[in-house]
């Protein structure tokens, strides 16, 4: 199994994450904001590789009572049958340690590409610094994230 650098994948994806939300947006109900949390990248086309992003910087918001905090990460899996019989995993751990995850058995011969999304909500106590964690993985290769925000 041969792997290569994808630093050039990661890098477009973190310029696509800062291009898509620069902040949080309003997602239905008034007390819920949505948070472009990162994104995921397992990529079989040419080597595996798995890559992960965040933003550059925490997100600084006001703290409002109530308010529940949506982390959204996008996700996508290139399956180039070079890890056949293998998993792929995508995982985010929210604030709160609610969880969101997605497997992909590598079945053989089929294309297994997929692209989604991973969510956790939480509702902060109060003000504060919160973290979540991204991570994916597909056998001996993985790759994770941190991300944040700040409510003052």
Request: charged share 20%; proline share 4%.
């Amino acid at each position: 199994m041969k792997q290569k650098n994808r630093s050039g994948l990661c890098a477009a994806a973190l310029v696509g994450l800062l291009l898509v939300c620069a902040a949080a947006a309003p997602v239905g109900a008034e007390e819920t904001l949505q948070l472009l949390g990162g994104t995921l990248l397992i990529d079989e086309t040419k080597g595996t590789d798995c890559c992960s992003a965040t933003g550059a910087h925490s997100k600084c918001l006001m703290y409002t009572p109530g308010t529940t905090y949506r982390v959204v990460v996008l996700c996508e899996y290139k399956d180039g049958n070079d890890a056949i019989g293998q998993t792929a995993q995508f995982r985010l751990e929210g604030p709160d340690g609610t969880v969101d995850t997605k497997s992909i058995w590598d079945i053989p011969i089929f294309n297994n590409d997929w692209k989604g999304r991973l969510t956790v909500d939480f509702t902060p106590d109060g003000p504060g610094t919160y973290y979540w964690e991204l991570t994916c993985s597909e056998g001996a290769h993985s790759a994770s994230a941190r991300g944040s925000i700040e409510l003052r």
